[in-house]
């Protein structure tokens, strides 16, 4: 019993951080996280029994040093309501799919402002990696013409976040990268909601049998979701419309 509850942990964990937990990683998660105390042998034990095995392979020691490296505190702590544009932005990265029977499907990803909820640049790939991540920055940052220097950048800890060149990018550009805990998708609330009304609102009323009408369908809904859908939290206001109220009121 207690076994099974150890792998039901195991692989939520791993599924939602494409296994990128190794053992030491998962020890330390079941001694902080369950009410469970195990060691390594016990672990590695397990995962070899289920064929649970992490995607990424080095040393331990290097491992848990590039972990450190590339992980960061969870800033924005729910404060998901902000009082002005280009201050808090959200992103992360959803499957659709397309074709006969849904057989084909790529990632998208998005970056949503939390003050007015506008999705301010999407792109999409054949995967989730760390070039789709890094790429929808780049498109943010030249898009919004902003100084971005201070901003607040808020992701999951996908393996495509806590990579190295992401986060190094996000440096050079002065972003402050704020953190989900793990296994708490709460913490990225803003762009789950956008997610759920997408799909909902959207893609289940438009399917798409070839990639070219799924990105034509992807171009049609943000539009649709920015410019067409009045959100009670905005006042009866689109994200656009609310976007330029704002800058209104800094320019009078």
């Not at 076994?3 to 998660?29: A, C, P, Q, R, W």
Request: with cysteine.
């Amino acid at each position: 019993m207690v076994n099974d509850e150890l792998i039901k942990f195991i692989k939520k964990l791993e599924s939602e951080h494409n296994n990128i937990f190794g053992v030491e990683t998962l020890v330390m998660y079941i001694n902080s996280e369950t009410k469970y105390h195990v060691n390594a042998k016990r672990v590695r034990r397990l995962m070899k029994l289920y064929g649970i095995k992490s995607s990424i392979r080095v040393s331990k020691h290097d491992r848990k040093a590039e972990r450190k490296e590339m992980m960061s505190s969870n800033i924005l702590k729910h404060n998901f309501t902000q009082d002005k544009s280009n201050a808090v932005w959200s992103t992360d990265c959803t499957e659709l799919k397309y074709g006969n029977q849904d057989s084909y499907k790529i990632r998208l990803s998005a970056i949503k402002d939390l003050y007015d909820h506008s999705i301010i640049a999407w792109a999409i790939a054949d995967t989730e990696t760390k070039d789709l991540v890094t790429d929808t920055i780049k498109i943010a940052v030249t898009e919004s013409g902003v100084d971005v220097h201070g901003l607040i950048l808020h992701t999951d800890q996908g393996s495509a976040y806590t990579s190295l060149d992401f986060n190094k990018q996000l440096d050079g550009y002065g972003i402050r990268h704020s953190m989900s805990r793990p296994g708490t998708p709460g913490d990225n609330a803003p762009m789950e909601s956008f997610w759920s009304h997408l799909k909902d609102e959207y893609f289940d009323f438009n399917p798409s049998l070839t990639k070219e009408e799924l990105i034509n369908n992807i171009t049609k809904a943000i539009d649709w979701y920015n410019n067409g859908r009045r959100q009670k939290t905005l006042k009866g206001m689109t994200p656009t419309e609310c976007r330029n109220h704002a800058s209104q009121l800094l320019a009078s």
